[in-house]
């Protein structure tokens, strides 16, 4: 293998990468979310809500957002009604994030919109955005790659990796998660 080719992370350039919003606006944003969202130290959700809204998010009504929820860039987070985010969820809006209405976030969740390209000498950045349907459920310390698409009401089990798109009403769980069940929902009574 001493002829096999080589990582070579001298040649990484993310150069073409576009944040969505200058240096300034981005080096704001870096304090106020270490201030006010990551902190563990302000217990307002409203303030939080706020605070992305300010910051170009699109956030629905009655979202709940627990403290140390990490958010690379809020301009690039899309979140419907009655949503709540659990404490330590970290939000890599790289790209864009989509959450539907009545979704679910829980504590140490990980939605990552990018990787690199493991093919590649230079190690390249790939993006891909996430989108979670209406009702989706993202257990504790579950991860949701790049790109996936989890279909209205899934679930991702505690400790997952979701690396594929899930099918509406699915339970997944492992890693790599595997559908593992159906989801059912009572009739209200």
Same mark, same amino acid.
């Given at each position: 293998? $001493?002829?096999?080719? &080589?990582?070579?992370?001298?040649? !990484?350039?993310? /150069?073409? !990468?576009?944040?969505g919003a200058g240096?300034?606006?981005?080096? +704001?944003?870096?304090? @106020? ?6 902190? &563990?130290?302000?217990?307002? /959700?409203?303030?939080?809500? $706020? ?16 403290? #140390?929820?990490?958010?690379? !860039?809020?301009?690039?987070?899309? +979140? ?12 890599d809006s790289i @790209?864009? =994030? ?6 679910? +976030?829980?504590?140490?969740? !990980?939605?990552?919109? #990018? ?14 955005? +996430? ?6 459920? @993202? #257990? ?8 996936? =698409?989890?279909? /209205? ?5 505690? #400790?997952?990796?979701? /690396? ?6 699915? =339970? ?12 059912? =929902?009572?009739?209200?009574?």
């Amino acid at each position: 293998m $001493a002829d096999a080719p &080589k990582v070579q992370l001298a040649r !990484y350039d993310n /150069s073409n !990468y576009d944040p969505g919003a200058g240096a300034v606006k981005r080096s +704001i944003w870096f304090l @106020v979310n270490a201030l006010f969202i990551h902190t &563990k130290l302000h217990p307002s /959700s409203g303030l939080r809500v $706020a605070l992305l809204r300010l910051f170009g998010a699109k956030i629905g009504q009655g979202v709940v957002i627990k403290p #140390g929820v990490n958010v690379k !860039y809020p301009w690039r987070l899309v +979140i419907g009604d009655h949503v709540w985010i659990g404490e330590d969820a970290w939000l890599d809006s790289i @790209v864009t =994030i989509t959450v539907g209405s009545n979704c679910c +976030i829980s504590q140490g969740a !990980y939605l990552c919109t #990018g990787n690199h390209d493991w093919t590649d000498p230079a190690f390249g950045l790939r993006l891909a955005s +996430i989108t979670l349907e209406d009702g989706v459920w @993202v #257990g504790a310390k579950a991860l949701v790659g790049p790109g996936v =698409i989890m279909r /209205s009401h899934s679930i991702a089990a505690a #400790g997952s990796v979701i /690396s594929k798109d899930t099918q509406a009403y699915g =339970i997944y769980r492992g890693n790599p998660a595997e559908k593992v069940g159906e989801r059912k =929902i009572r009739p209200d009574a």
